[in-house]
């Protein structure tokens, strides 16, 4: 595994590719294209993709664009109550994937799961359309790691809001993964695989929807439901939804709310975002206690991915969750404190 870890980007040397003669254009595409299908494709030298200035890829963007693009479709298509009902159902389980799934567990380990159960995890959060598990995670724990530092790739109070929202994602910079920082999850085979193929689950999930609005079109001729309904609203519409309200955690949970903490960091607790995300809005009680699953400290701090965390629990699916400290609760406010 270690000789795979350094073929996939961990080469010590890696700055020696930043000598080479730049590729050409033409070249460049080619590359991009092929990172549609495969996310590691021409990532070996992780320090020189990282070396280059932040600009936007468009090439390897123009998905992330489509996406957006795709929302207008509701122009053709209209809408139909069960075709709405398959949007808001297709956020609140993808929002639930992607807290409960890609940041509570992936990124923070905040409890424990068997393997076939981490699979299921990873497809459904791959389903959000927010690229591989490790990718996720890989970047999440470097924001932890640098929070609000100048090496903190979305920082809305060093790069602005609109960088911190959207920006940093289509940085050519930040497309690789650094399996170097999830050494945890790259030992298992599966969980690369969907990293690395991280279009796939999407694109799967894009063709049930369309059948399925064609199917019930058929048979429920009555619903008034379509294929391509279900297509624009359970998919593109959905998913551009479930990204920027996401993606506020990064830009605006570092700039509105109130500090309970007084964290090196500027992240902010916000019921507002807690509500939109399903209890990622509790930003500064995660900053000062990363480790614990709930991210809502007290009753009235609603996190209901907390809840249905808790509900597995007692399932038997996952378990050893991860308590929220005592001196939480006690901790007098003091400058600079450091999370735990
Ligand atoms: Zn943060
Ligand atoms: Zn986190």
């Known amino acids: ?3 795979k870890l350094k073929k996939r980007n961990e080469n010590p040397e890696t700055l020696a590719e930043a ?6 254009r033409g070249a460049g595409i080619m590359v991009s294209l092929a990172q549609w299908v ?8 992780l320090a020189a993709i990282r070396a280059k200035p932040d600009r936007v890829e468009w090439v390897r963007t123009l998905p992330f664009l489509l996406l957006h693009g795709g929302c207008l479709g509701v122009i053709w298509v209209g809408w139909s109550w069960p075709a709405v009902a398959v949007a808001v159902g297709m956020y609140l389980v993808r929002m639930f994937a992607i807290t409960g799934f ?17 699979f299921v995890f990873a497809l459904m959060g791959a389903s959000a359309v927010q690229r591989g598990p490790l990718w996720w995670a890989s ?23 609109w960088w911190s929202h959207i920006g940093w994602i289509t940085s050519a910079r930040n497309f690789p993964t650094a399996y170097a ?6 030992k298992f085979p599966e969980l690369v695989f969907i990293n690395r193929f991280d279009s796939l689950v999407p694109v799967v999930l894009a063709i049930v929807l ?7 079109h058929s048979f429920r001729p009555a619903w008034g439901v379509t294929g391509g309904q279900l297509l624009v609203w359970g998919f593109f519409i959905s998913t551009t939804a479930l990204f920027h309200a996401t993606s506020s955690i990064n830009s605006m949970a570092h700039l509105f709310g109130s500090r309970r903490y007084e964290t090196a960091d500027n992240s902010r607790n916000s019921l507002l975002l807690a509500l939109i995300t399903l209890g990622e809005g509790w930003h500064n009680n995660h900053h000062r206690h990363m480790s614990a699953v709930r991210q809502g400290f007290f009753w009235w701090e609603i996190d209901i991915s907390y809840y249905v965390l808790k509900g597995l629990s007692w399932t038997g699916v996952i378990w050893d969750l991860r308590p929220v400290p005592r001196t939480a ?7 600079g404190a450091g999370p735990d």
């Open 1 to 3: 595994m270690e000789s």
């Open 19 to 24: 000598g080479k003669p730049p590729r050409s």
């Open 38 to 45: 495969d996310a590691d494709y021409g990532t070996t030298d």
């Open 102 to 118: 890609y940041h509570r567990y992936f990124s923070h380990r905040t409890f424990q799961t068997s393997r076939v159960a981490q």
């Open 139 to 161: 970047q999440h724990r470097h924001h932890h790691q640098h929070a609000d530092e100048e090496a903190d790739v979305h920082s809305p109070c060093r790069r602005g809001f």
């Open 181 to 186: 920082r999830v050494r945890d999850l790259a």
């Open 210 to 216: 369309f059948l399925g609005g064609n199917i019930l």
């Open 329 to 335: 609760y006690g901790e007098p406010v003091t400058a």
